[in-house]
């Protein structure tokens, strides 16, 4: 199972990051586990400087951005 953290402290890109992961994942029939991370210490744990981060199995694929919808695809699935 793909596990995905979605790191931010709920500002409106982070949420929107959130929602968009998820519809992709249940649009898609993906296994993966979705985890929202707003603790500011395991943030920068990742090296982000700005929010929403994204982290997919443990590998940080983006920071400051919400992507496309077809690179987050390339991204759950590949895993």
Known sequence: M???KILGTGCS?????EAKVRDLISK???EAE???VEDIQEMMGYGIMMTPGLVINEKLKSS???P???QLLNWLKEN
């Open 2 to 4: 793909t596990s995905v």
């Open 34 to 36: 979705v985890i929202k």
């Open 68 to 70: 496309k919808d077809d």
């Open 64 to 66: 400051g951005i919400i």
């Open 13 to 17: 890109k982070c949420r929107s990051l």
């Open 28 to 30: 898609n029939n993906l």
